[in-house]
């Protein structure tokens, strides 16, 4: 466990996951969003990654690959689900822009 | 060749829902989209995954349950070493909860009227969204339990939307896609941290090989995560603004599943990920507190959850107070009750486990039952606002009266379930001692400000006239007020669901032990297995 770039990759994966954080906050196209929630995920991913190619010593690291690309699948799915939302979004409304969304009072 | 056997006897309460949502799916390509149709494929899927889980519950001792683990069922799995999957007593009682919340919302459904189309897309997602939840129930993996959130929230997000008529639903399907999403990428985050500083992702291996080794700041880092993840999914109060606007926007029986059946998985999954660190509390004896990471932090997570919870009930009922929108009251009381079930998980004691089950279970019944009264009443053409309800007491007498009770329970009045619930899980609380007393305090005082606005409900159903000259016996009187009631009513399949949950709430608000009994030996097993 010793010699790990430890502090380095995980400020690339902390900055991800705040990068995506941050767009979620400020953009207002759902697509962005989807982008936005994407490099948030992505951050886990990446994660489970370099994990993984420092796993413990019994096991082969083999589990953190295997949850990486699990995970790349349902970010896919997450996305699909999203892409329909917004397209039914646009049918009724004409606009993706989440400010106008002013239905429902928060 | 039997392994594969087993393993489907195994999760028969699984395959047939799977395989209900898939005959769903089925018929509605061959076009066979009657709601009758596919609302008795639900109904019958779900009641017969009931009938299962409760013979599991019944036929086997409480100790030794479904307990095949993956590696039993394949001797090559176990290579891995990590069973994704545990049956504990715990969880099927969970999942028999799960599977009521769906079985009232489907039963209610079918009386939605043959002009509503997509009932193939809501009773498939329906079943798909309770399978994760299923799912959710048995898992012991937290990438097992994560995805299996994710399959209940994704079809979730699509059941708000479902109707792709009208504005509202859609924006609610955005804002909980939104919120959902990102809690997930939060949640994942977390446990990726948690699997850098155990080098495995199962809670089991996790509680093995904690408080030895580990690297506690990746450890802490990843429980925070992982919590406020899970605690979007739970509406607990700083993560909670989502569901207001879903549970007012998403049509009533989607509102009705959401807050009944959903919500309570993400009670669950705190309880799973949050237990075994605060178990450990008693048992650890280090010397420096932070060597463990969260494990040897239990009093310092016990502080923070509690606070939670009691943040969480007091802000759900101080903004259920104001609100003006039925939907949008019982939303806000609904997330207070979240704090209430947070309370018992807190605690981590077999009686609080147990008091927080049943509150689940009081909450299925109460808040599902409720939210189906709304559907039911909206179907009446009576419009959102508390203000409309006016005299509904002497219009819908039966109604009123189910409405009323199932009410009085969210308040905590005797003789029905919401009593003994918080009476079993406050005076779990006291029992802990120390810090808890002052959580059960600030539960009573909660549970004592709450009665106010279901007062105010109340007397806005009784004792305030009707807008509109009484129609008599529900028949629409041709124009003569500005609100005449539909003619019609409520439909056989919803009033049988009311009936059934209100029946339930009295029922077991009388005499509680048939199921309380279960649920304390269930709890008790559940925290020996987890210390």
Redesign the interface.
Known sequence: MSGLPFAGFLVL?GAL?AV??FG?LTRRN?IL?LIA?EI??N???L??V??AAF??AP?PGL??QA?AV??IG?AA??VA??L??VL??N???GSIN?AE?S??K? | MSSLFDLAGTFAPELVLLAGALLVFLLDVLKLRRLELVGSVSVGASLLALALVVADLGFAPFASLRTLSAAQVNPSLSALATPLWTFTSLGLVFQGMFLLATLLVSVASLSRGSKETGGPIFFGLLLLATLGMLLVAISSDLIFLLLAIELSSIATYVLVGYTRRGLRPLEAAMKFYIIGAVSSALSFFGASLLFGAYGTTNLLAIREVAGTVGTPILALLGYAFLLSGLAFKATLVPFHAWAVDVYDGAPSDVSAFLAGGTKKVGIFAVLLVFLGPILFAGAGGSSNPFQGGPFTLGPILQVTLGTLAVVTMTVGNVLALLQKEMKRLLAYSSISQAGYMLLGVTIGTAPAIAGATFQVLAHVLMKGGAFLVVAGVAGLGIGPLVDDWRGLGSRRPLLSVAFALLLLSLAGVPLTIGFVSKFVLFSAAVQAQGFFVWLAVAGLLNSALSVFYYARVLKVIYFEAPPAPLPTGGAVVGGAGPEPLRAGGLGIGRAVAIGVATALVVALGVDPQPLLGPIQAAASHFVFFWR
């Open positions: 994966s996951l995506g954080l979620v759902f969003l929630i948030a995920m951050a886990a991913i994660n489970f370099y994990f796993a413990r096991s589990p953190g949850i699990v995970l349902f799915t997450e689900v999203g329909a939302i039914a979004l049918r009724v409304k989440v969304a239905e429902l928060l």
